[in-house]
């Protein structure tokens, strides 16, 4: 679904450094969420807004921060990145709560 | 919080059998649940999803039941073929957060 793209689409980092993912929406919805995948562990939610106002932390948010630049725009921060954040990252957007969510095609990062 | 349940973590059927996932959840208050189809190196995607106010939801060869009384919730597949090979992700509402919660996944493998 390209209403939904996530850069980069893999990373490399080294433990300490900062990093940022992006996510952009054309879909024009107000809810986006940031979910991490770990083999055996399904998607866990780390950080959620429903408009540019509004963040909140989710199930596993210890290590990350976001900003909502704007309704379109939703960035993941690694303020000081561990190995244990090397996972599959996830962007995804909705109308409601009860509607389809719309996940980006995620970002792959390893930290060494 | 919701807490999801999700079984088996792994099934596989030959090509025309059936195939069963069953979930189980914890918030009595939630009203919505999503199923997620999740292809190899694809983002997740909506296959089907069921309110509370109805017991079971069919689009072609997929069908979903909710049992509310017991939290359970379960997906079925019919005639399964090749291209149904994924993982699955079923998931519920976190009433009082308007998030998703979802279950760990079950990879399903179809052989022909």
């Known amino acids: 679904d390209a209403d939904v793209t996530q850069t980069p689409r893999n990373r490399i980092t080294k433990t300490g450094k900062r990093i940022m993912l992006e996510c952009s929406q054309t879909?024009?919805?107000?809810?986006m969420y940031w979910y991490r995948q770990d083999p055996g562990l399904g998607l866990r939610l780390i950080y959620y807004?429903?408009?540019?106002?509004?963040?909140n932390k989710g199930e596993i948010s210890d290590g990350y921060s976001v900003s909502r630049q704007a309704q379109a725009k939703f960035s993941l921060s690694l303020e000081s990145a561990i190995p244990n954040q090397t996972a599959l990252y996830f962007c995804?957007?909705?109308?409601?709560?009860?509607?389809?969510?719309?996940f980006g095609p995620g970002t792959r990062l390893l930290v060494l | 919080g919701e807490n999801v349940e999700q079984h088996p973590s792994t099934l596989s059927v030959q090509e025309g059998d059936s195939a069963v996932i069953k979930c189980t959840y914890s918030?009595?208050?939630?009203?919505?649940f999503p199923w997620y189809k999740q292809e190899l190196g694809k983002r997740p995607q909506l296959i089907i999803d069921i309110r509370s106010n109805v017991g079971e939801k069919k689009d072609q060869r997929i069908a979903v039941t909710l049992n509310k009384t017991a939290k359970h919730f379960s997906l079925h597949i019919t005639e399964t073929q090749p291209e149904d090979s994924a993982v699955y992700f079923c998931a519920a509402e976190n009433s009082g957060y308007s998030t998703l919660t979802f279950g760990k996944g079950t990879m399903l493998l179809v052989s022909p």
């Open positions: 995804a957007t909705a109308t409601s709560p009860q509607e389809t969510q719309y």
């Open positions: 918030d009595s208050a939630s009203n919505y």
């Open positions: 807004s429903f408009d540019v106002k509004d963040i």
């Open positions: 879909k024009g919805h107000d809810r």
